[in-house]
């Protein structure tokens, strides 16, 4: 074929991924997995076997969990339950980040194994998949951080059993995991019997970072497994998803006991298009929908509600579009459709279809055929169905969609609401109004408005009525992991310090930092630093107006990219910040005490922690919705303020710096920052951290001279939005800037202000308003 045909034709070759990493790390775990308990691996016991769904080959040897492995995993998570509390929200903080990087680190690898494992397709394990289980301990590091403060009065519930399908394997632990880490909860864990090999290479993750014995326990096995991890005396909360009939049964075991008990259950999802509806991108919607996973989603928007007008061009629009996907080899990066996970499930779907032509319904599939080894399943689409069809009213849990046609909006919210699921729902349509009045009536947990199967660590995920009951994901998800605590929360014991630390005479002369790059001062001149005794240690550069205009300059360019940039990659790049401080912490501590006298071992560890926190808070400052009398929600969204000029304090000459500069950048602001004027050398240390970090050039600038001068500088340009000024000369300040009549911000001398008080500062409030009627139907 040509290159001209290929375009004509858009077809695509094969793009198959190797699975060689995969069966490698399979080879040596040939003689069959143990359980993970204790932090240490348990013999093989009574097997049985995984199999890769494409082609029926087995993959590996899995342990059947008794009862008595239950009890000694419990067992193993109790004992490991009050070290990890101790442990503080910072410690566990520390274990969460390091379970992200490895995840990161070993992408590939989890990417290749889930594929062969569940049988979908690679390039939705590896694009959404696996990067978001890494976002979820990210982000839930985070939490652990803020904990203390964000959720005072409330700790761990205790030993976690938590119970995940077969689905999203990694993707589902991540969403139990992560939380109860950060939460202080310990955890045992059953994956899905017919998928346990990504939680089984989770806990050699586990093992690898010196996660403390015993936090994190997997144990394999059916049915029978789980059962006995619910009824045991000494788990505190269950944590379930999977299927509404397990679920009632476990609501049954649990009734009575005081164990907590989350539920995410089941889906019959509506996706509604309404006739004014971007059809192409609806269609597209669609694919996304319930074709993404095989169908193999308890959200996916299986049942396709169309409006009557624009029903017949939608249909012609979506059969196209099913001819042009992909069914075969999930391993090859252009397959759309996998493989059914077991030939039980492919049956039943099978079966399911069949009902539903039996009772009426039109069967359209590609003509495309699928692949004649392994559990494979065409797209679907049934047609012509009544409300009360069996496969409009049951879960099918495979690529078959079903569709229905409605005249007004009122109709399509009460064919929307035929079921008794809620977990998810997707509006398609050009009007705003027209989606936000109908999600309010839908009786979902989550709604999309023109998009479809959106996740986020941030964003709490669940259902009503028999989707399950509990969040998670986002500070909802955290509370199911908490109780009230009896106890005042008590301050969280220091780790070990460093040791072997001493003073260096290390002389130099440092230059200004603008735009990411060491800048000589405007000037020429330069200030000799002085140690305590009165020696000379070092000599900086003396900043001035010019300088002061290059700096705002360059930070001015880089706020949109900066500000606009996800609060998720802005705690990125400060957690790696935090990471390459730690390895200077050595060199940085015998700095400060160069320059003070004091010794500075705590004053680098503080500064690593304030590191952290910022990272925590970079995407959790969330807005809120305000209901108005004007029947309207508004939206109150914190945006950064722009440009600030910031005036460190003169004393702890680093943790000053980290202190004020960490938050303004974290919330989304560019800084233009005058270092203490007595001890500035741990600033211009400082900024070859910056350097080696990815921090833009032009986030962060650091300008060392005469504090008052340079402030005052700052405080009068236009271009700077806001000031933070620490020292005793706020009039200063404030009478400087009444030229753009620029926000500042002058703490009282000596005092330490709160984060929220941080987190008020670094932002201002936009307030959307958006039409909103509370007139319900029923």
């Given at each position: 074929?040509?290159?001209?045909?290929?375009?004509?034709?858009?077809?695509?070759?094969?793009?198959?991924?190797?699975?060689?990493?995969?069966?490698?790390?399979?080879?040596?775990?040939?003689?069959?997995?143990?359980?993970?308990?204790?932090?240490?691996?348990?013999?093989?016991?009574?097997?049985?076997?995984?199999?890769?769904?494409?082609?029926?080959?087995?993959?590996?040897?899995?342990?059947?969990?008794?009862?008595?492995?239950?009890?000694?995993?419990?067992?193993?998570?109790?004992?490991?339950?009050?070290?990890?509390?101790?442990?503080g929200g910072a410690g566990r903080a520390k274990f969460l980040y390091a379970l992200a990087r490895q995840i990161q680190k070993h992408s590939r690898l989890f990417a290749v194994l889930e594929t062969l494992d569940n049988g979908k397709p690679?390039?939705?394990?590896?694009?959404?998949?696996?990067?978001?289980?890494?976002?979820?301990?990210?982000?839930?590091?985070?939490?652990?951080?803020?904990?203390?403060?964000?959720?005072?009065?409330?700790?761990?519930?205790?030993?976690?059993?938590?119970?995940?399908?077969?689905?999203?394997?990694?993707?589902?632990?991540?969403?139990?995991?992560?939380?109860?880490?950060?939460?202080?909860?310990?955890?045992?864990?059953?994956?899905?019997?017919?998928?346990?090999?990504?939680?089984?290479?989770?806990?050699?993750?586990?093992?690898?970072?010196?996660?403390?014995?015993?936090?994190?326990?997997?144990?394999?096995?059916?049915?029978?497994?789980?059962?006995?991890?619910?009824?045991?005396?000494?788990?505190?909360?269950?944590?379930?998803?999977?299927?509404?009939?397990?679920?009632?049964?476990?609501?049954?075991?649990?009734?009575?006991?005081?164990?907590?008990?989350?539920?995410?259950?089941?889906?019959?999802?509506?996706?509604?298009?309404?006739?004014?509806?971007?059809?192409?991108?609806?269609?597209?919607?669609?694919?996304?929908?319930?074709?993404?996973?095989?169908?193999?989603?308890?959200?996916?928007?299986?049942?396709?509600?169309?409006?009557?007008?624009?029903?017949?061009?939608?249909?012609?629009?979506?059969?196209?579009?099913?001819?042009?996907?992909?069914?075969?080899?999930?391993?090859?990066?252009?397959?759309?459709?996998?493989?059914?996970?077991?030939?039980?499930?492919?049956?039943?779907?099978?079966?399911?279809?069949?009902?539903?032509?039996?009772?009426?319904?039109?069967?359209?599939?590609?003509?495309?055929?699928?692949?004649?080894?392994?559990?494979?399943?065409?797209?679907?689409?049934?047609?012509?169905?009544?409300?009360?069809?069996?496969?409009?009213?049951?879960?099918?849990?495979?690529?078959?969609?079903?569709?229905?046609?409605?005249?007004?909006?009122?109709?399509?919210?009460?064919?929307?609401?035929?079921?008794?699921?809620?977990?998810?729902?997707?509006?398609?349509?050009?009007?705003?109004?027209?989606?936000?009045?109908?999600?309010?009536?839908?009786?979902?947990?989550?709604?999309?408005?023109?998009?479809?199967?959106?996740?986020?660590?941030?964003?709490?995920?669940?259902?009503?009525?028999?989707?399950?009951?509990?969040?998670?994901?986002?500070?909802?998800?955290?509370?199911?992991?908490?109780?009230?605590?009896?106890?005042?929360?008590?301050?969280?014991?220091?780790?070990?310090?460093?040791?072997?630390?001493?003073?260096?005479?290390?002389?130099?002369?440092?230059?200004?930092?603008?735009?990411?790059?060491?800048?000589?001062?405007?000037?020429?001149?330069?200030?000799?630093?002085?140690?305590?005794?009165?020696?000379?240690?070092?000599?900086?550069?003396?900043?001035?107006?010019?300088?002061?205009?290059?700096?705002?300059?360059?930070?001015?360019?880089?706020?949109?990219?900066?500000?606009?940039?996800?609060?998720?990659?802005?705690?990125?790049?400060?957690?790696?910040?935090?990471?390459?401080?730690?390895?200077?912490?050595?060199?940085?501590?015998?700095?400060?005490?160069?320059?003070?006298?004091?010794?500075?071992?705590?004053?680098?560890?503080?500064?690593?922690?304030?590191?952290?926190?910022?990272?925590?808070?970079?995407?959790?400052?969330?807005?809120?919705?305000?209901?108005?009398?004007?029947?309207?929600?508004?939206?109150?969204?914190?945006?950064?303020?722009?440009?600030?000029?910031?005036?460190?304090?003169?004393?702890?000459?680093?943790?000053?710096?980290?202190?004020?500069?960490?938050?303004?950048?974290?919330?989304?602001?560019?800084?233009?920052?005058?270092?203490?004027?007595?001890?500035?050398?741990?600033?211009?240390?400082?900024?070859?951290?910056?350097?080696?970090?990815?921090?833009?050039?032009?986030?962060?600038?650091?300008?060392?001279?005469?504090?008052?001068?340079?402030?005052?500088?700052?405080?009068?340009?236009?271009?700077?939005?806001?000031?933070?000024?620490?020292?005793?000369?706020?009039?200063?300040?404030?009478?400087?800037?009444?030229?753009?009549?620029?926000?500042?911000?002058?703490?009282?001398?000596?005092?330490?202000?709160?984060?929220?008080?941080?987190?008020?500062?670094?932002?201002?409030?936009?307030?959307?308003?958006?039409?909103?009627?509370?007139?319900?139907?029923?």
């Amino acid at each position: 074929m040509s290159v001209a045909e290929i375009f004509e034709t858009m077809e695509y070759g094969p793009a198959p991924e190797s699975a060689a990493p995969a069966l490698e790390w399979l080879a040596q775990h040939s003689e069959g997995f143990g359980h993970f308990m204790g932090g240490a691996w348990t013999a093989p016991g009574t097997l049985f076997l995984t199999e890769n769904p494409a082609t029926g080959k087995v993959l590996a040897q899995i342990s059947q969990g008794t009862e008595a492995d239950i009890a000694v995993a419990v067992a193993a998570a109790s004992a490991a339950l009050p070290g990890w509390k101790a442990l503080g929200g910072a410690g566990r903080a520390k274990f969460l980040y390091a379970l992200a990087r490895q995840i990161q680190k070993h992408s590939r690898l989890f990417a290749v194994l889930e594929t062969l494992d569940n049988g979908k397709p690679i390039r939705e394990t590896r694009d959404i998949d696996i990067p978001l289980v890494a976002r979820h301990f990210y982000h839930h590091a985070g939490w652990a951080t803020l904990l203390e403060t964000e959720c005072a009065g409330y700790e761990a519930v205790g030993v976690c059993g938590q119970i995940i399908p077969w689905n999203f394997p990694l993707l589902m632990l991540s969403w139990k995991i992560a939380p109860a880490l950060a939460a202080g909860c310990t955890v045992v864990l059953k994956p899905a019997d017919l998928t346990p090999l990504t939680a089984l290479l989770f806990a050699e993750v586990c093992a690898e970072i010196g996660l403390p014995a015993g936090v994190v326990n997997i144990v394999t096995g059916d049915g029978s497994t789980g059962a006995a991890l619910v009824a045991h005396p000494d788990v505190q909360k269950i944590a379930f998803t999977g299927s509404t009939e397990v679920g009632r049964l476990i609501r049954k075991a649990t009734a009575g006991t005081g164990k907590k008990l989350s539920l995410e259950l089941g889906g019959k999802s509506p996706f509604i298009v309404f006739e004014d509806a971007d059809l192409d991108a609806a269609v597209e919607g669609v694919v996304d929908a319930i074709w993404f996973n095989q169908g193999e989603v308890c959200c996916a928007g299986s049942r396709l509600l169309v409006q009557e007008s624009v029903e017949e061009r939608f249909l012609q629009k979506l059969q196209r579009r099913m001819e042009t996907l992909r069914v075969g080899d999930p391993l090859d990066k252009a397959t759309d459709i996998g493989a059914i996970v077991a030939p039980i499930q492919l049956a039943r779907i099978d079966e399911l279809v069949k009902a539903g032509v039996d009772q009426g319904a039109m069967l359209f599939q590609p003509k495309a055929a699928c692949p004649t080894t392994g559990s494979f399943y065409p797209p679907t689409l049934l047609t012509g169905v009544s409300p009360a069809s069996v496969v409009v009213q049951e879960e099918i849990f495979g690529p078959v969609l079903v569709a229905m046609s409605f005249r007004t909006p009122a109709e399509a919210i009460a064919l929307a609401n035929n079921t008794p699921y809620g977990l998810a729902a997707s509006l398609w349509s050009e009007s705003i109004n027209q989606c936000l009045e109908a999600a309010p009536k839908l009786k979902a947990g989550t709604i999309w408005i023109n998009g479809t199967n959106l996740f986020d660590a941030a964003a709490g995920f669940g259902g009503y009525r028999e989707s399950g009951f509990g969040r998670e994901g986002g500070k909802e998800g955290l509370w199911e992991y908490l109780v009230s605590s009896p106890l005042a929360p008590v301050r969280v014991p220091r780790e070990a310090r460093l040791v072997g630390l001493g003073g260096r005479n290390l002389d130099q002369t440092a230059k200004l930092y603008i735009g990411g790059k060491q800048a000589r001062p405007d000037s020429g001149y330069s200030r000799t630093v002085l140690s305590p005794t009165g020696e000379s240690i070092g000599v900086v550069g003396d900043g001035n107006r010019k300088d002061i205009r290059n700096a705002v300059e360059a930070a001015r360019a880089a706020a949109a990219g900066w500000g606009g940039a996800s609060g998720h990659n802005r705690a990125q790049i400060l957690y790696y910040l935090a990471e390459n401080l730690s390895y200077r912490a050595a060199e940085f501590a015998a700095r400060i005490t160069q320059q003070t006298g004091q010794e500075g071992t705590d004053e680098v560890e503080q500064s690593i922690a304030q590191l952290f926190i910022w990272a925590a808070w970079a995407d959790k400052n969330d807005g809120s919705v305000h209901r108005t009398i004007q029947k309207s929600v508004v939206l109150a969204m914190p945006e950064p303020l722009g440009v600030l000029g910031v005036a460190c304090p003169r004393e702890q000459p680093l943790l000053g710096l980290i202190s004020v500069v960490a938050p303004a950048i974290a919330l989304g602001n560019v800084v233009v920052a005058v270092p203490s004027e007595a001890h500035p050398l741990s600033a211009t240390d400082f900024y070859q951290v910056l350097e080696t970090s990815d921090v833009p050039g032009g986030v962060v600038n650091l300008i060392t001279g005469e504090r008052d001068v340079l402030i005052k500088t700052l405080a009068e340009h236009d271009d700077v939005d806001g000031i933070w000024y620490f020292g005793e000369s706020a009039a200063l300040v404030e009478t400087a800037s009444v030229g753009n009549l620029k926000r500042t911000w002058c703490p009282k001398p000596g005092t330490i202000p709160r984060q929220d008080a941080f987190l008020r500062a670094a932002t201002q409030v936009k307030n959307i308003w958006i039409p909103y009627t509370d007139e319900l139907p029923w």
